[in-house]
């Protein structure tokens, strides 16, 4: 009995006594103890997509932006939320990277305008590392309202790396005249932070 150079499977060589029923047993028996051990090899080594990092979160309610200071946005309502890095209990307005790797993060937000077009509103993403406690401007775009009874609406993006643990915010800054201003109305426009990690 002779066996193959590359997988030693068996047949009979020219010099061995015919026995057609034997000599198939042991072929099929090799070919089958192999196909075994091929799909055992494909099973162990396929490859398993990893569960990536995605938010889709807005605001449901006014909020009320003071002069001249930072304030996060509080998200009060998850559409999405894959591997939980946003509470809608506990620190509302942060959401806290599951996972490091690379991410594309847009935000939208905007300011009710209707009491006076005076002065000048920015909004900024804003990105808090958690291992030093210090804001990094990650995106920023600003404007100045051009007529009264309107809502200054702006959006900002980035894609880029981020770090297990790090505080991704949206936060809006009133630089204008005439006392606080209020978010845009979520019947409207509503505040929203979109975060989707890629490969």
């Not at 938010?55 to 009060?76: E, K, M, R, S």
């Amino acid at each position: 009995m002779g066996v193959t150079a590359n997988y030693s499977l068996p047949y009979p060589e020219l010099s061995d006594p015919p026995n057609v029923p034997q000599d198939l047993q042991r072929g099929m028996t090799a070919i089958d103890t192999k196909f075994a051990q091929v799909d055992a090899a494909i099973a162990t080594s396929a490859y398993t997509a990893p569960t990536l990092a995605t938010a889709a979160l807005y605001a449901n309610a006014q909020q009320t932006i003071q002069q001249g200071v930072w304030t996060d946005v509080n998200f009060q309502v998850e559409q999405v939320d894959i591997l939980n890095g946003h509470s809608t209990d506990t620190l509302t307005q942060k959401y806290k990277v599951p996972q490091g790797g690379q991410y594309h993060i847009v935000g939208s937000g905007g300011f009710d305008t209707t009491d006076d077009s005076d002065g000048m509103f920015a909004m900024s993403i804003r990105l808090l590392k958690a291992n030093d406690n210090l804001y990094h401007y990650i995106a920023y775009a600003s404007g100045t309202p051009v007529f009264k009874h309107i809502e200054w609406m702006a959006s900002v993006a980035f894609i880029g790396p981020l770090n297990a643990g790090d505080m991704v915010s949206l936060g809006m800054l009133h630089k204008g005249t005439g006392g606080p201003r209020k978010t845009t109305s979520p019947s409207n426009y509503p505040c929203r932070l979109g975060i989707r990690q890629f490969l």
